[in-house]
């Protein structure tokens, strides 16, 4: 007698379905219609159009988990990845980057913990792409030790007065609103909140941008915020829950992260083997020497592995099971990849790979980040030895 689970049909794995190729397939035209043609003109203009965002909001980005009700497409983790996959056709890590703030980093954690006043003020902006969002949690003093923070929010009456400063926000420039950490309680990890903070309140100011080695078009700036004065009804979630809000948020924003890494190297490999394959010296193709043909066979493994890890980790937080470990490890191996990938792709375009000529100097500036942004590859190491007891 044939068992019940042999029966059943086999599920294909991944579960990316038809209607993950349509959404491969409009992602994939919005990146080379409208953002790598320019890529190399916003890295030196050092920011991307504000009209990128509207146009990625109308193509649904920004709603891909959002419920129906709520103007989203109700759809889950797998489509977010078909999505994020499709961004590395920008050539432009930097623009992936600023969407992926909104997309990932500020309207998630409204949808999760917002009121339904919040929802209407904050989120339904964002996912229209009429109001830029911005995650500012790093201090000067705080970035891995997030309970370092120091900008207070006070409490008078039915307001909340915040004061103090934010550094590497990530669309800080310009955004409309930030999803903001401040302290409202004593030291330490429990006297965190998060609020929603519109960036149009009196005393609130952006410091320099900063300049960066990479990510150029993507805009990164310091905040000041003195006596900042919102309604206390900004406060998302619950008061002096902040911290435990911001680690539950990091692993989207990890998973995120791992994704749209693993999937631009897969181009910035695909950019090297071919130029490999046009470009002779010593009369044969560079790329048929047994050195390049090792080096990328090598790479294929890896982002192999790196591709299938991350897709575990994703398979596990889209069924709400813990994955934590998984997230890490994800975030931390495609990160370290990257850097050994993306110097092998350089190398192998020789002079040219030292130029901006060709989007694989992009990839290598902008993927360095990820050994540091989200979370260092050492904060990375350190919970995966909390999980795994050693
Ligand atoms: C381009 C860019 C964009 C960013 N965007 C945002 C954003 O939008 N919002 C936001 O809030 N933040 C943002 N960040 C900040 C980013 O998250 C922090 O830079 C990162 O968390 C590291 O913090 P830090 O820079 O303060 O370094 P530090 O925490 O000072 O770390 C310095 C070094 O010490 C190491 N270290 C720290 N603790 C330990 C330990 N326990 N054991 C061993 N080594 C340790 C770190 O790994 C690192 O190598 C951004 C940063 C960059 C560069």
Not at 101 to 128: H, S, W, Y
Not at 164 to 171: H, S
Request: aromatic fraction near 10%; proline fraction near 4%; charged fraction near 25%.
């Amino acid at each position: 007698m044939t068992s019940q689970v042999l029966q059943e049909a086999p599920v294909a794995y991944p579960p990316f379905t038809a209607e993950h190729d349509l959404i491969r397939q409009t992602v994939k035209r919005f990146c080379q219609e409208e953002i790598a043609p320019f890529a190399q003109e916003w890295d030196e203009a050092g920011i991307f159009p504000r009209e990128i965002f509207r146009k990625a909001a109308d193509l649904g980005l920004f709603g891909i988990r959002i419920p129906t009700e709520l103007g989203g497409s109700g759809l889950d983790w797998w489509a977010t990845a078909a999505a994020m996959e499709s961004m590395a056709w920008a050539d432009s890590p930097g623009v992936g980057m600023g969407l992926m703030v909104q997309a990932e980093l500020t309207i998630p954690i409204i949808n999760e913990l917002g009121t339904a006043e919040q929802k209407d003020a904050f989120m339904r902006p964002a996912m229209a792409g009429d109001w830029i969002g911005a995650l500012g949690i790093s201090e000067p003093w705080g970035g891995s030790d997030v309970a370092a923070i120091r900008t207070t929010a006070r409490s008078e009456g039915d307001e909340l007065v915040i004061s103090g400063q934010k550094l590497w926000i990530t669309n800080g420039s310009r955004a409309d609103f930030i999803v903001l950490a401040v302290r409202t309680d004593g030291g330490g990890h429990r006297g965190i909140s998060l609020v929603l903070f519109p960036m149009r309140t009196p005393g609130y100011s952006v410091g320099k941008k900063l300049k960066k080695v990479g990510n150029l078009c993507s805009d990164t700036a310091e905040l000041f915020f003195d006596e900042c004065r919102i309604p206390a009804s900004y406060i998302l979630g619950e008061k002096n829950r902040g911290f435990y809000y911001i680690m539950h948020n990091f692993q989207g924003e990890r998973l995120a992260s791992a994704i749209m890494t693993a999937a631009c190297l897969e181009r910035c490999l695909d950019y090297a083997v071919r130029y490999g394959k046009e470009r002779s010296a010593f009369g044969n193709p560079v790329g048929s020497y047994q050195v390049w043909r090792h080096k990328f066979a090598e790479h294929c493994t890896n982002l192999e592995a790196a591709r299938w890890l991350t897709y575990r980790a994703l398979d596990l937080m889209n069924r709400g099971q813990k994955a934590v470990r998984e997230i890490t490890m994800a975030k931390l191996f495609t990160s370290e990849l990257a850097q050994r990938l993306t110097y092998d792709c350089m190398q192998i375009f020789g002079g040219f790979g030292y130029t901006t000529e060709y989007p694989v100097s992009r990839f290598w500036r902008d993927l360095r980040l990820y050994t540091i942004g989200a979370g260092t590859s050492e904060i990375m190491k350190e919970i995966l030895a909390k999980e795994d007891g050693l």
